[in-house]
Nanobody
């Protein structure tokens, strides 16, 4: 098990920035650096959507087209935390954002990840 807890969501105006955090806890802490970590989101009435992922040792980072140029994923293995810096937020970014973990890396689909957080709400208004 990899307990994941997201934080940092909120209600912001279009054009603002937010930084989401996802911290892991528990006995898997020592192996955190070996996990691939991803961010997904789910807007009302829609399925989960891939946002970004970062693989161990920062060897692979990828973004959905909707996130490129505006979002940045990073990780701090010493803190067992992955971040999603979101800039120039748009109303269409409104969703519940989830972090996920898997080892080894399998892909960008929801089914490729084994462990999930409970999500943090991001709401962007005009």
């Amino acid at each position: 098990q990899v307990p994941l807890v997201e934080s940092g969501g909120g209600l912001v105006q279009a054009g603002a920035s937010l930084r989401l955090s996802c911290a892991a806890s528990g006995r898997t802490v020592s192996a955190y650096a070996t996990y691939s970590l991803g961010w997904f989101r789910q807007a009302p009435g829609k399925e989960h959507e891939f946002v970004a992922h970062i693989r161990p040792n920062n060897l692979g980072i990828a973004y959905a087209d909707s996130a490129k140029g505006r979002f940045t994923i990073s990780r701090d293995n010493a803190k067992n935390t992955v971040y999603l810096e979101m800039n120039s937020l748009k109303p269409e970014d409104t969703a519940v954002y989830y972090c996920a973990a898997v080892r080894p890396y399998r892909g960008q689909r929801v089914m490729d990840y084994d462990y999930w957080g409970q999500g943090t709400q991001v709401t962007v208004f005009t």
